[in-house]
T-cell receptor, first 113, second 114 residues
């Protein structure tokens, strides 16, 4: 089955690191994504990782993938108040040429001054 | 390069009416996908269009339909609106080829059904 799970809330102090976790169930997923959603806005693509990679770093963002445990994490270094938002992980489900994203429920990140 | 645009941004309808939402993908992108976001169900896949053909469909009733035009712009239609159709409808575009999978989202259309 296809199911993506995330914890609902995370609070951190400004300047600390944030780690948002996600588990997925579809072992055939090829790409895994992190999106950010600010209030009243659409989804902003933050980063993605291909399933044959263990880690990807992009400036303040580090994605870790444990394919054996189907666990994905997003680390935000030096978290700022502007990082406060909902973060969604998503797995790409492909069937032939068709594809769709299956999303987690989102993690509300609150950055405290 | 302009991003994905969706119109209108906000819409208020009453039960039983129908609604049409529009999405213009990023220039050069040929695939458009639609998602529904609600507080209770989260983000759920509606359908995907590529080259004017529906390539994939989520688990939604037949009241939800869509189409894609030759210029890759897409519309989705919801008929006989129900209160539960109130949601943020998001459109995403991608180039569409096999190796191009990353989806870029528009700002969404906020539909309120009264």
């Amino acid at each position: 089955g296809e199911d993506v799970e995330q914890s609902l809330f995370l609070s951190v102090r400004e300047g600390d690191s944030s780690v948002i976790n996600c588990t997925y169930t579809d072992s055939s997923s090829t790409y895994l994504y992190w999106y950010k959603q600010e209030p009243g806005a659409g989804l902003q693509l933050l980063t993605y990782i291909f399933s044959n990679m263990d880690m990807k770093q992009d400036q303040r963002l580090t994605v870790l993938l444990n394919k054996k445990d189907k666990h994905l994490s997003l680390r935000i270094a030096d978290t700022q108040t502007g990082d406060s938002a909902i973060y969604f992980c998503a797995e790409l489900i492909s069937s032939g040429s068709a594809r769709q994203l299956t999303f987690g429920s989102g993690t509300q990140l609150t950055v405290l001054p | 390069k302009a991003g994905v645009t969706q119109t209108p941004r906000y819409l208020i309808k009453t039960r039983g009416q129908q609604v049409t939402l529009s999405c213009s993908p990023i220039s050069g992108h040929r695939s458009v996908s639609w998602y529904q976001q609600t507080p209770g169900q989260g983000l759920q896949f509606l359908f995907e269009y590529f080259s004017e053909t529906q390539r994939n469909k989520g688990n939604f009733p037949g009241r939800f339909s869509g189409r894609q035009f030759s210029n890759s712009r897409s519309e989705m239609n919801v008929s006989t609106l129900e209160l539960g159709d109130s949601a943020l409808y998001l459109c995403a575009s991608t180039k569409g080829e096999v190796l191009s999978r990353t989806q870029y989202f528009g700002p969404g259309t906020r539909l309120t059904v009264l």
